[in-house]
């Protein structure tokens, strides 16, 4: 059972435009969500999080929403350059014991169009 | 330069050997762990580390074992129990909610 889901595989985008990746969880629990981006044979690399008490969390060209009511959070990459090309994973963790375990989509991949 | 290294970054095994993958963390890290990645697939936690001398089982831990005898080390054993073990290896490390990663190790068993 899947309790982050990245329900697009793939998505591409004329260079300078924006990228929107989407992000849907199931456990009420969770209340950080993170963004991570990640090239092939490569560590994924930490972006940009959001803690649930807030709805949005902006750095330079990326920003994240949070929707605690309907689960969901995006990433937007604006203007999206070449470069930003790569496998984009979110992630969340909750509060409790297991609140540093991080539980992980699979994977939007994002192709910018020079 | 402060960091997460693996090593190596490929690894060639025979069936039915054991292997050790290396992570060392030079971060002051309290927490680290094991991710495990396939073709297609998110990042499945193998094992974790809240601090030295002690290790919980993550979602996918049969087939694994690891050790915490020092802060800056989390060397996880892939042994000849796990049924799949060619895969993309991570091992992350924290302080808080944020995970850093080191840059992985492919392991193919042949």
């Given at each position: 059972d899947q309790q982050v889901k990245q329900n697009s595989p793939s998505l591409s985008v004329q260079e300078g435009r924006i990228s929107i990746l989407n992000c849907d969880y199931?456990?009420?629990?969770?209340?950080y969500f993170l963004w991570y981006k990640k090239y092939p044979a490569e560590g994924p690399t930490f972006l940009i999080s959001i803690s649930s008490i807030k709805d949005k969390n902006e750095d330079g060209r990326f920003t994240v929403f949070l929707n605690k009511s309907a689960k969901h959070l995006s990433l937007h990459i604006?203007?999206?350059?070449?470069?930003?090309s790569a496998v984009y994973f979110c992630a969340a963790s909750g509060v409790?014991?297991?609140?540093?375990q991080l539980t992980f989509g699979k994977g939007t991949k994002l192709s910018v169009i020079p | 330069d402060g960091g997460i290294t693996q090593s190596p970054k490929y690894l060639f095994r025979k069936e039915g050997q054991n292997v050790t993958l290396s992570c060392e963390q030079n971060l002051n890290h309290d927490a680290m762990y094991w991710y495990r990645q396939d073709p297609g697939q998110g990042l499945r936690l193998i094992y974790y580390s809240q601090i030295v001398n002690d290790f919980q089982k993550g979602d996918i831990a049969e087939g694994y074992s690891v050790s915490r005898e020092k802060k800056e080390s989390f060397p996880l054993t892939v042994t000849s129990?796990?049924?799949?073990?060619?895969a993309f290896y991570l091992c992350a490390s924290s302080t808080g909610n944020t995970q850093y990663f080191g840059p992985g190790t492919r392991l193919t068993v042949l």
């Open positions: 199931t456990n009420s629990m969770f209340d604006v203007p999206s350059q070449p470069g930003d409790g014991a297991g609140s540093y | 129990a796990q049924k799949n073990p060619t």
